[in-house]
C-alpha cells in the first residue's frame, strides 16, 4: 500500500509549498493536470481536500523539496520564504524553485542568490491573475531567470495557464508585475474619478460606463495607440504637431477646476497637473503627451542592476 504520508526523493513530479488561496489553486490545477504532486503547508490541515484528491503530504518542508525534481513555492513574502526554506538543509541541494511569491525586483535577486549559494536552481515568477483563472490558457505567469531552468521545468509550468520568460534578471517578473499593476491603478483611477463627475451632474454608473468603456476608450484610447507610439518613445521622440503638452495642461486645469466646482475630489487631477506642469518645466512643452515618460523615468530606465 503507497504510503502518502512520507514522500521519498522523486516520488511526485511537482511539490507546492504553501497552501494560502492562490498556492490551493495552483495545486489543484496540478492534480486537474494529472500530475502527482507533493504539498506542504506551514498549517497542515489546508492540505487534506488536496491529499484526499491524492496529493501526497510532506510532513516537513526538507521532505517537500526532496519529493520532487521541483518545487513551486507560493508563500506571502520573501521573508517567509526564508524562514520556511532555511530550515530544508542540503535537502535543497540540485533541486528547482519556483518562487510565485509577490515582492520586489530586490527581493527577487536577493532570493537568486541566495539559492544560488545552495546549489538550486532558481526562477521567479509572478502570477498575472485571480486563483480561479489559474489554469486557464490565458492565465499569464511572468518569469525572470535562466532559460535552462525555464525550458526544463516548462511542461510543468505550462500546466498553470501561458508561461512567459522575460529574461535572465530574476527581478524582472515581480517589476513588470508592479508596472502592470499601476497601470491598472492609475486606470482604475482615472475611470472611477469620470464617474464621479458624472454622478455629481446625475449620471448612473451605467451611464457613464456606457459612454467611457463603450465608445471613449475603444474609439480615442485603442490598444494600437500604445504599441504606434513605441518606436517613437525608444527613441524619445514627442512631434507636439496634433496636440501640445501646453495644451493638454490646460484640459487637466480644467478637470482640476471642474472638480473644485462639482464638489468632486480634485487630488487625482491634481496630480496629473503638477506632472504636466513638470513635463513643462523640463522642455517638453511643444511636445505631444508622451513626453510624460521621460519625466516618469527619471533616473530608473538607466539604473543597472
Ligand atoms: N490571491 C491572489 O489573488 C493572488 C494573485 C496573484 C498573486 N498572489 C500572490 O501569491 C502569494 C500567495 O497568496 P495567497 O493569496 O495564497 O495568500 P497569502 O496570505 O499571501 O499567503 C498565504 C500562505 O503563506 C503562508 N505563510 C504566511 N506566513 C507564514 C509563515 N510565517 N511561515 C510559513 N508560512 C507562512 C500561509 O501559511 P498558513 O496557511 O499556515 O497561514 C499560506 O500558505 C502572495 O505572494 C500573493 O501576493 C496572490
Not at 154 to 183: I, K, Q
Request: glycine content about 10%; charged content about 20%; aromatic content about 6%.
Amino acid at each position: 500500500m503507497t504510503d502518502h504520508t512520507s514522500p521519498e526523493r522523486n516520488s511526485t513530479e511537482v511539490t507546492v509549498a504553501g497552501l494560502g488561496p492562490m498556492g490551493s489553486a495552483l495545486a489543484e490545477t496540478f492534480l486537474d493536470k494529472g500530475r502527482s504532486l507533493t504539498v506542504w503547508n506551514r498549517t497542515p490541515g489546508k492540505a487534506d481536500g488536496l491529499v484526499a484528491r491524492g496529493a501526497r503530504r510532506a510532513a516537513t518542508v526538507a521532505e517537500a523539496v526532496a519529493a520532487s525534481p521541483v518545487t513551486v513555492m507560493c508563500l506571502n513574502d520573501y521573508t517567509t520564504m526564508y524562514a520556511v526554506f532555511g530550515s530544508a538543509g542540503a535537502a535543497l541541494r540540485d533541486r528547482t524553485l519556483v518562487n510565485l511569491n509577490s515582492g520586489t525586483p530586490r527581493e527577487a535577486r536577493a532570493a537568486a542568490d541566495w539559492a544560488a549559494a545552495r546549489d538550486v536552481r532558481y526562477l521567479d515568477g509572478a502570477i498575472m491573475v485571480p486563483p480561479p483563472l489559474v489554469g486557464d490558457p490565458g492565465a499569464v505567469f511572468l518569469y525572470g531567470g535562466p532559460r535552462e531552468v525555464f525550458d526544463r521545468h516548462r511542461t510543468v509550468l505550462d500546466d498553470l495557464g501561458d508561461p512567459r520568460l522575460l529574461g535572465a534578471d530574476p527581478g524582472l517578473a515581480v517589476l513588470l508585475n508592479t508596472a502592470l499593476l499601476g497601470l491598472m491603478y492609475a486606470t482604475l483611477n482615472g475611470y472611477l474619478h469620470g464617474a464621479a463627475l458624472a454622478a455629481s451632474a446625475g449620471m448612473t454608473a451605467a451611464g457613464f460606463a456606457e459612454l467611457a468603456a463603450g465608445w471613449f476608450m475603444p474609439v480615442v484610447l485603442p490598444p494600437a495607440t500604445f504599441a504606434g507610439q513605441a518606436a517613437n518613445m525608444d527613441e524619445g521622440l514627442y512631434p507636439g504637431d496634433l496636440g501640445t503638452m501646453e495644451m493638454n495642461l490646460t484640459a487637466i486645469e480644467h478637470i482640476t477646476r471642474t472638480s473644485v466646482e462639482q464638489g468632486v475630489r480634485p487630488d487625482h487631477p491634481e496630480l496629473m497637473r503638477a506632472l504636466a506642469e513638470q513635463a513643462i518645466a523640463e522642455g517638453h512643452g511643444t511636445e505631444n503627451y508622451f513626453a510624460m515618460f521621460e519625466v516618469f523615468k527619471g533616473s530608473g530606465a538607466r539604473a543597472a542592476r
